[in-house]
């Protein structure tokens, strides 16, 4: 059931290249990779959807059409479902390019998650708006994005998802400096992205869903570049806390990177043994190979 939420707005930058996945996504957006039976990118959707997000911005790049053809009415697949009697799978197809309003803007130049985020700016100016970085796929009770709107509902400000991860494990994502409000809420004091094992501030890791505030674009198009020669959004995030307050939640769910193969593989096979018709298929399969 979908909640009445004044965050209405959430981007998705899905521009990246997918280098890890390649060749098969030399063609394909490494985000319409399968997740067992459908797409990686759904799951972001329906959970943004979920929270009470009704317009969708898609921030894409070359060999990303799939994603805008996944999402939109394909007739001859629909006709040739409803000739051959298969009512209830014409109807699912149908029900996915009706899950949401989905608007498209190319990202021209890959010049990072900042630059992304800032070219969805036309979009949601002026108001809150949610980011969905489909790499991360989180399944729980309560939506993440609805997790981190309820506090931005109640705080105001910015609102990022939070993971404590192992020490040994920091120089892979965004690290923030914060002090505890109440229960899984964070007051976000500093942050450090990919930070050594010495140099991070705690084992507290951004994860791959935020409520932003608006005034990210001004601090996004002085265009710094960060690491990689980018605009780092966390680069951004650390000026906005100077200003305004960012808050962090400890997140209540699972997450699934799908980002990597190894991760990507993992997921497959940890849902596959949780659906009641494909656990002895992979049971069998891994006993078949031993």
């Known amino acids: 059931m979908k909640r009445q939420s004044k965050v209405t707005k959430c981007l998705f930058p899905v521009a990246g290249l997918g280098t890890r ?30 929270s009470g997000c009704s317009d969708i911005i898609m921030i894409t790049g070359r060999a990303k059409r799939s994603i ?24 699912r ?18 010049l990072g998650l900042g630059h992304a985020v800032l070219c969805g700016e036309p979009f949601c100016r002026g108001e809150y708006f949610g980011v969905v ?7 729980g009770e309560q939506p993440i994005m609805s997790q981190l709107i309820d506090v931005h509902d109640r705080l105001g400000g910015t609102v990022i998802a939070l993971e404590r991860v192992a020490r040994e494990d920091v120089s892979r994502y965004g690290i923030v400096r914060s002090e505890p409000l109440e229960g899984d809420i964070h007051r976000i004091l500093d942050m450090v ?18 409520v932003l505030s ?6 996004l198009a002085e265009g710094q570049l960060g690491a990689g020669g980018e605009i780092q959004l966390t680069d951004a995030l650390r000026r906005l806390a100077a200003v305004e307050p960012v808050w962090g939640v400890v997140y209540r769910g699972r997450r699934f990177d799908c980002g990597t193969q190894r991760g990507w593989l993992a997921a497959n096979v940890q849902l596959a ?3 009641p018709e494909l656990r002895d298929v992979v049971l069998n399969a891994v006993k078949a190979a031993l």
């Open 21 to 50: 996945f390649l060749p098969v996504t030399k063609e394909l957006a490494k985000e319409m990779l399968p997740l067992v039976n459908r797409p990686i990118i759904s799951y972001g959707v329906e959970e943004a959807l979920a």
């Open 273 to 275: 043994l949780e659906d």
């Open 93 to 110: 197809m149908v029900a996915i390019s009706n899950l949401a309003e989905i608007l498209y803007v190319r990202q021209r130049e890959p």
């Open 214 to 219: 608006p005034s990210i674009f001004p601090l």
């Open 133 to 139: 970085l489909p790499d991360d796929v989180f399944l």
């Open 68 to 91: 805008e053809d996944y999402f939109d009415r394909s007739f001859e697949l629909e006709h040739l479902l409803k000739a051959r009697g298969k009512d209830e799978l014409h109807d």
């Open 193 to 210: 992205e990919k930070p050594s094992e010495e140099e991070a501030p705690s084992d507290y890791a951004i994860m791959g869903r935020y």
